[in-house]
């Protein structure tokens, strides 16, 4: 059986792991259970060392982020499999051993993710990667169990395993030597999709993604990064980066009318009096504008795979035709 390490990023998450870190390690007897603390200033890394002793911790001199954080903490950690976990999880008993089955029966799976529930409403997919992930034709990321804004009861509609095209940041498992092998994720990303980016790069080299149904986790959700402008300016910043640095053809065209789209969303928010987020996707264009040299000079000199997507017009599908659901 391969060794796996959970490892949860942290900053300033005390009353998350109070709350979520007991069940992680109760919960988790095959893996070894690794903190990575992105430079906390409250009492995380104390609360930790003096009630859970068996938890491994990596200090990091300053918040990375997301990508950054986990690029630094995973680079001192040796087993096979690691999952990378947010801290506002709840795992239950048997969680893993669904997710290490695959991975051993299935040596082409190069990441995976469990199912994940919402913490209030167990009986609900939610929201942060649901069933499994894809993306359409300008890059917006939707679920099995997650159209845009509209979240799906399970009623086991999506019980089978299930190759995706990318796996949930939110509980993220992944082989070892495949995360090296691509240098982990972009830190330019900071944090959100660049979950998405790392997927769509091992899509690239035929490595499968797997939703697996027999393993489900209840996220808080909003635990680590609550709705704000900070959020909005990265979601659509990099959106607009992961379509920079990997679209296979027809970049110009297809950034063009994601930008188009964007600005209807600014529109929206002017019409709901949202100002601070009308200036946040503002501020995003300007930041793409001002990284476009760098980011795609990260494109890629291998082929990459056109058929990417399954789905081309959801916006237009979601906002006018008003269809909910796929």
Known sequence: MKSVAIA??????????????????DNSPEATVYLIDNASTDESVDYVKKNHPRVSIVLLDKNYGYAGGYNRGMASIEEDIFCLLNNDVLVNPGWLTPILDHFQKHPKTAIAQPHIMDL???DKFEYAGAAGGFIDRLGYPYCRGRFFNEVEKDGGQYDKDEKIFWASGACFF??????????????????????????????NQNLDVFSLYRSKVFHLGGGTLKPSPRKVYLNFRNSLYL????????????????????GIAVFYFILKLNFSNAF????????FYVNYSKIKGKRSKNNQIIYYYSESHLPFRYFFLKKKNL
């Open 120 to 122: 209030n409403q167990p």
């Open 243 to 262: 379509l920079l640095k990997n679209l296979p053809e027809k970049r110009g065209v297809r950034i063009f009318e994601r930008l188009l789209w964007d």
């Open 8 to 25: 949860i990023l942290n900053w300033n998450g005390e009353n998350l792991l109070k709350r979520f870190l007991k069940e992680v390690v």
């Open 174 to 203: 992944i082989r070892k030597e495949v995360f090296e092998s691509m240098k982990g994720f972009d830190e330019d990303f900071f944090a959100h999709m660049e979950e998405i980016d790392l997927c769509w790069r091992a899509f």
């Open 280 to 287: 946040a996707v503002i501020r995003a264009h300007y930041s």
